[in-house]
């Protein structure tokens, strides 16, 4: 979470006193780190990655104005997070650069989406995987929603310019045409949805060497509640139901998955444990097994065949899709009267 620190100048007149300006601590800095096409990167020039934290000094500020348009993602939040810390920093200054900034990106985020409405993890930068359509790490749901809460006006955005908010009402639109077409089928039946997809087919692919093709429990966790928050159409109301009865159906019962400190390294165990559900990170498309990946691009069907590296430093259960069937599903179908 991005903590915002307001700075504010005051300068006396013979009237009196009146705010000169008013910074955000934050904002500031990211004004600096945007790139020349309005995104921002997760990474530098150098390969460093992005922290809000480091005070800029002269020798990152020079790595930050050498780092090119190549490096814009909407990977692990970058260019949304932004985005949201700047309207959130304009909403407590009314510092007009922080609002011009944010459209700067909400641009960027309307030129990066495919016809299709999906959106790249990647733009301009089209290497390796980067411009597969991806759901992973929820880029392109957190696209969507900036582009949602522009439309709507919503928690903040209404200052946004009306152009933009026409823009992205069409982009929200498109993104959930793309969701729906993209929901995975089992013998004509809707599953959830894949990490990643080809930009042209609208199928399934595999990104790094241990993310397999696969069904992706988290992503399809967002992208439910990215639905639930639309107006009801049978297409998305049948696209929820199914996702959620396929939650239902794989659930893994009797086992809890933690992280835990031993000898001074952390590590990721899954346990017994009576009263806990969860459900793997990645299932076979085609058979709903439970799969996991590895360096070496191999798919391991035991949790306990997959390296240690790849065992400890990678997420490979989830458990919040619990609270989506159990309360927040509950919830949507009674707010919109809908019956299973």
Known sequence: MIK??????????ASGYFFAQVKDTLAEKILLYQLPNGG????????????????????????????GDDHATIDNNATSREINALIKAYSTTKNAEYLKSAERGISYLLMMQYKNGGFPQ???????????????????INALTVLYN??????????????????SKIAVQKGIECILKTQVLQQGIPTIWADQYNEITLQPDKARAFEPI???????????RFLMIQSVTPEIEKAI??????????????????????????????????????????YDVNTNRPIFGDRDGSVKYNYNDVSEERRNGYSWYIDHAEKLINTEYPKWLQKNKIYQ
């Open 122 to 140: 990647y733009y301009p930068n089209t290497g390796l995987y980067r411009k597969q359509i991806t759901y992973n790490d929820n880029a392109m």
């Open 4 to 13: 915002l620190k307001i700075s504010i100048a005051i300068f006396s007149l």
């Open 214 to 224: 696969s069904l992706a429990t988290g992503e399809s966790v967002g992208i439910v």
């Open 40 to 67: 921002w990167g997760k990474q530098l020039n150098d390969k460093s990655v992005v922290n809000y934290n480091v005070p800029v000094d002269k020798t990152l500020l020079k790595t930050i104005k050498a780092t």
């Open 150 to 167: 522009t439309a709507e006006g919503k928690n903040d955005f209404d200052v946004v310019d009306p152009q933009l908010k026409e823009k």
């Open 241 to 282: 139901k199914s996702a959620v009865n396929w939650f239902k159906q794989n659930k893994i019962e009797g086992y809890s998955y933690n992280v835990a400190k031993q000898n001074g390294k952390t590590v990721r165990i899954l346990t017994e444990d009576k009263s806990s559900v969860i459900w793997a990170r990645f």
